[in-house]
């Protein structure tokens, strides 16, 4: 456990102008700005105030608590429900006993105060039934791995003296929150308790003293956990040595596309990879595979990495990747297998169907920890918990005996049907949702505008450019608009074999393999025959036509080891069909492409693999090409300027209509989609109608 302090950020003088729900969030965002002190969306903070009925205008109890499926850390005002104490209070009249207790999650929006729609979660009886006015509840990994080991009572009697009591486990609903009002009014003196298998409740009622309490409270965990720790080997120490941090990176990015295949099933996932020293000091250590055959304990980590991980055979000092992947298959079968037993063993008549057998946390010994979720953030949270539950095996493994939870009370809580019923309320996917996509040429017009579209549908997307400063600015407008998650970006020379290779590689670490290659990246150059060196000639044939060449081919090797199929979009040229005066290297390397695309048809067809082309024409808004030499000549070709360009490519167009970016990305997404599922070695123009570019 980690003995760093944990600093004291309660701001009095900002605090004494609050409000004191505005108190609430204040202490809550505070909390959960910390790791340390709770996870990602653990735990839940309240303050029960008074405040004017809106019906009666008499003061009343009310109880702020973080709502349904929110995070204490970045919850704003409206991440509270709000209740009447009154009749929390009054539930308790009602209440026919444990066998009955998920019916209590029915009546708490009965107890709305003031037509507040956010909704009360599964623990606000844990709060209502505290007297006091100010609770935290949080899941600090130092008090998780007390509350995960073996003799979790009498350590934290030896921690906390009086102050902290302890209760055993028992799944969070309107039960346990009359355990705590039970356990507060025979010790009207403690300070809070710990949760066996779950985590800390603290109370106060000052909303100050209340946060000043939690933080003291962790910080004697951790300091308790680093005084019995000093100088002991973690995990009874390491057995394999990490590979050096490339060499980790290209075992990902091979096991990564085959795992990805093998789990997607039901819904395609995508993939997060963390090799960080914590993770790394288990997956070596002696220990490893027994600790995590256990299983981890605190509910909020295994609702979202499973009970266990998949420890994927791999030795790192004689490291054989391809008996790994040959081995790969039989593992996850053997995990499936494992996950349909425990699911067997312990339903219950009214369980829902058995849900995803596959493995989401998988553990490689001297590489690190892979996981994989419906979209990039669960993945990524999914391994930060995983992370927590190594802390907490960690802590619990070194002085006392690591305990995970019993086997029927994970399968209750993982089906109950409270959580199948927040699953049932979730909205429908995106189209994309799960799609890993990288467009080459990512940072210029066309490129961006398609890696827009691809994430609005919900997919991640990898922009591949050799412009590294465009890339950058490419990327942080889409994150801007998307979120960090599911945009990456790589400098990569469509040219340079190995720059390429490189790039898929990066994606398959980044967001564990690929669905959708956009083949984008793009020049223009116009001269006439006479005067095209072979030097212009030699450029465009090695971007437009080796460039599209390399990366297909890159392409295709990892959709076809990641075997889930594909979409390869070229973005081509109507000059690649229409023949187009002094521009004939351009006009001969979009022809190549054209043809390349339906030779790749061919050979795709069988794996599933489609590949189409888009051809745009004279897209001058947001291109690259139409800012330098190619406007120029291009203008100088047909006597005009920028804007008499655009107007006549208009008047030139059957549809007298101009082509923007986005309309060649409207295409690109019907072939990226499941809406083109049935169509491969096609071609879209993109160019407002033009009788020289028809099909034949
Ligand atoms: P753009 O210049 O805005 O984008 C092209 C991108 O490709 C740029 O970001 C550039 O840095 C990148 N790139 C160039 N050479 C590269 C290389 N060797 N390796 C990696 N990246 C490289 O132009 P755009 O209009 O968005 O063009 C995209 C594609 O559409 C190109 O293939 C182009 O030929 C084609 N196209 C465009 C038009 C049009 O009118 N804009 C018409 C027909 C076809």
């Given at each position: 456990?980690?003995?760093?302090?944990?600093?004291?950020?309660?701001?009095?003088?900002?605090?004494?102008?609050?409000?004191?729900?505005?108190?609430?969030?204040?202490?809550?965002?505070?909390?959960?700005?910390?790791k340390?002190?709770?996870n990602y969306g653990g735990?839940?903070?309240?303050?029960?105030?008074?405040?004017?009925?809106?019906?009666?205008?008499?003061?009343?109890?009310?109880?702020?608590?973080?709502?349904?499926?929110?995070d204490?850390g970045s919850?704003?005002?409206?991440?509270?429900?709000?209740?009447?104490?009154?009749?929390?209070?009054?539930?308790?009249?009602?209440?026919?006993?444990?066998?009955?207790?998920?019916?209590?999650?029915?009546?708490?929006?009965?107890?709305?105060?003031?037509?507040?729609?956010?909704?009360?979660?599964?623990?606000?009886?844990?709060?209502?039934?505290?007297?006091?006015?100010?609770?935290?509840?949080?899941?600090?990994?130092?008090?998780?791995?007390?509350?995960?080991?073996?003799?979790?009572?009498?350590?934290?009697?030896?921690?906390?003296?009086?102050?902290?009591?302890?209760?055993?486990?028992?799944?969070?609903?309107?039960?346990?929150?009359?355990?705590?009002?039970?356990?507060?009014?025979?010790?009207?003196?403690?300070?809070?308790?710990?949760?066996?298998?779950?985590?800390?409740?603290?109370?106060?009622?000052?909303?100050?003293?209340?946060?000043?309490?939690?933080?003291?409270?962790?910080?004697?965990?951790?300091?308790?956990?680093?005084?019995?720790?000093?100088?002991?080997?973690?995990?009874?120490?390491?057995?394999?040595?990490?590979?050096?941090?490339?060499?980790?990176?290209?075992?990902a990015?091979?096991?990564m596309?085959?795992?990805r295949?093998?789990?997607?099933?039901?819904?395609?996932m995508v993939g997060h990879f963390d090799d960080s020293?914590a993770v790394?000091?288990?997956?070596?250590?002696?220990?490893?595979?027994?600790?995590?055959?256990?299983?981890?304990?605190?509910?909020d980590h295994?609702?979202r990495t499973?009970?266990?991980?998949?420890?994927?055979?791999?030795?790192?000092?004689?490291?054989?990747?391809?008996?790994?992947?040959?081995?790969?298959?039989?593992?996850?079968?053997?995990?499936?297998?494992?996950?349909?037993?425990?699911?067997?063993?312990?339903?219950?008549?009214?369980?829902?169907?058995?849900?995803?057998?596959?493995?989401v946390v998988y553990?490689?010994?001297?590489?690190g920890m892979i996981t994989f979720a419906k979209d990039k953030a669960t993945a990524r949270i999914s391994g930060e918990f995983y992370v927590n539950a190594i802390?907490?095996?960690?802590?619990?493994?070194?002085?006392?005996?690591?305990?995970?939870?019993?086997?029927?009370?994970?399968?209750?809580?993982?089906?109950?049907?409270?959580?199948?019923?927040?699953?049932?309320?979730?909205?429908?996917?995106?189209?994309?949702a799960g799609?890993v996509?990288?467009?080459?040429?990512?940072?210029?017009?066309?490129?961006?505008?398609?890696?827009?579209?691809?994430?609005?549908?919900?997919?991640c997307?990898?922009?591949?450019?050799?412009?590294?400063?465009?890339?950058?600015?490419?990327?942080?407008?889409?994150t801007?608009?998307y979120g960090a998650d599911v945009v990456r970006?790589?400098?990569?020379?469509?040219?340079?074999?190995?720059?390429?290779?490189?790039?898929?590689?990066?994606?398959?670490v980044e967001f564990g393999?690929?669905?959708?290659?956009?083949?984008?990246?793009?020049?223009?150059?116009?001269?006439?025959?006479?005067?095209?060196?072979?030097?212009?000639?030699?450029?465009?044939?090695?971007?437009?036509?080796?460039?599209?060449?390399?990366?297909?081919?890159?392409?295709?090797?990892?959709?076809?080891?990641?075997?889930?199929?594909?979409?390869?979009?070229?973005?081509?040229?109507?000059?690649?069909?229409?023949?187009?005066?002094?521009?004939?290297?351009?006009?001969?390397?979009?022809?190549?492409?054209?043809?390349?695309?339906?030779?790749?048809?061919?050979?795709?067809?069988?794996?599933?693999?489609?590949?189409?082309?888009?051809?745009?024409?004279?897209?001058?808004?947001?291109?690259?090409?139409?800012?330098?030499?190619?406007?120029?000549?291009?203008?100088?070709?047909?006597?005009?300027?920028?804007?008499?360009?655009?107007?006549?490519?208009?008047?030139?167009?059957?549809?007298?209509?101009?082509?923007?970016?986005?309309?060649?990305?409207?295409?690109?997404?019907?072939?990226?989609?499941?809406?083109?599922?049935?169509?491969?070695?096609?071609?879209?123009?993109?160019?407002?109608?033009?009788?020289?570019?028809?099909?034949?």
């Amino acid at each position: 456990m980690s003995g760093n302090r944990l600093e004291n950020l309660w701001d009095a003088a900002k605090a004494a102008t609050m409000s004191e729900p505005e108190k609430l969030l204040y202490r809550s965002n505070l909390l959960g700005s910390d790791k340390r002190i709770t996870n990602y969306g653990g735990g839940n903070t309240s303050a029960k105030v008074m405040q004017a009925d809106p019906l009666t205008g008499q003061m009343v109890e009310v109880m702020w608590v973080k709502g349904s499926g929110g995070d204490v850390g970045s919850i704003k005002m409206d991440g509270f429900a709000t209740l009447y104490m009154d009749k929390l209070r009054a539930l308790k009249g009602i209440y026919r006993g444990l066998e009955f207790e998920d019916e209590m999650v029915g009546f708490l929006p009965h107890c709305t105060f003031n037509l507040n729609p956010r909704a009360a979660s599964i623990d606000t009886p844990l709060h209502a039934y505290v007297p006091k006015k100010h609770v935290d509840h949080m899941h600090p990994d130092a008090v998780i791995a007390i509350a995960a080991s073996a003799d979790s009572r009498a350590m934290t009697a030896q921690i906390f003296g009086d102050a902290i009591g302890w209760l055993p486990w028992k799944r969070p609903g309107f039960e346990l929150g009359l355990w705590l009002e039970k356990f507060c009014l025979e010790n009207p003196s403690a300070k809070g308790v710990v949760l066996e298998s779950h985590g800390l409740f603290t109370w106060d009622d000052d909303a100050e003293a209340c946060y000043k309490l939690t933080l003291e409270i962790i910080q004697k965990a951790q300091d308790w956990f680093a005084a019995q720790t000093a100088g002991k080997p973690a995990f009874g120490g390491a057995v394999h040595s990490s590979l050096d941090a490339q060499a980790r990176r290209d075992v990902a990015a091979s096991l990564m596309p085959v795992i990805r295949g093998q789990i997607s099933a039901l819904q395609p996932m995508v993939g997060h990879f963390d090799d960080s020293a914590a993770v790394l000091e288990f997956v070596n250590s002696a220990n490893m595979a027994a600790l995590a055959d256990l299983g981890t304990s605190c509910p909020d980590h295994f609702l979202r990495t499973k009970i266990k991980p998949l420890v994927v055979d791999f030795t790192p000092a004689n490291p054989d990747v391809a008996a790994t992947l040959a081995g790969l298959t039989a593992q996850i079968a053997a995990y499936r297998d494992d996950y349909s037993a425990y699911y067997s063993r312990c339903k219950h008549e009214n369980s829902p169907a058995l849900r995803d057998p596959n493995a989401v946390v998988y553990l490689v010994p001297g590489v690190g920890m892979i996981t994989f979720a419906k979209d990039k953030a669960t993945a990524r949270i999914s391994g930060e918990f995983y992370v927590n539950a190594i802390n907490v095996m960690r802590g619990a493994s070194a002085v006392s005996t690591y305990v995970g939870l019993p086997e029927q009370e994970a399968f209750d809580i993982e089906y109950w049907l409270l959580e199948e019923a927040k699953l049932a309320r979730m909205p429908k996917p995106k189209s994309l949702a799960g799609r890993v996509a990288l467009v080459t040429g990512g940072a210029g017009g066309i490129g961006s505008a398609t890696a827009q579209k691809y994430l609005a549908e919900g997919a991640c997307v990898m922009l591949a450019d050799i412009d590294e400063a465009s890339l950058a600015k490419t990327a942080q407008n889409l994150t801007a608009r998307y979120g960090a998650d599911v945009v990456r970006t790589v400098h990569m020379n469509v040219t340079d074999e190995g720059a390429v290779a490189r790039a898929f590689a990066q994606a398959a670490v980044e967001f564990g393999g690929l669905d959708i290659l956009v083949s984008n990246a793009g020049i223009a150059s116009s001269a006439p025959i006479e005067d095209t060196t072979l030097a212009l000639w030699q450029k465009n044939m090695d971007i437009l036509s080796t460039g599209y060449f390399l990366v297909s081919r890159e392409g295709f090797r990892l959709m076809r080891a990641q075997g889930m199929g594909g979409s390869v979009v070229f973005i081509a040229s109507k000059n690649g069909l229409a023949a187009s005066p002094n521009a004939a290297a351009y006009c001969t390397a979009k022809a190549s492409e054209i043809h390349l695309a339906r030779c790749l048809a061919l050979e795709g067809a069988e794996v599933g693999i489609r590949v189409n082309v888009v051809n745009p024409d004279a897209v001058l808004r947001g291109s690259k090409i139409w800012e330098g030499d190619w406007l120029e000549q291009r203008a100088s070709t047909y006597k005009t300027d920028k804007e008499g360009l655009e107007e006549m490519y208009r008047n030139r167009s059957m549809l007298k209509k101009s082509v923007f970016p986005e309309d060649i990305a409207e295409a690109a997404y019907f072939f990226a989609s499941d809406l083109s599922a049935k169509s491969t070695g096609n071609i879209i123009n993109v160019d407002a109608g033009n009788k020289e570019a028809f099909t034949r």
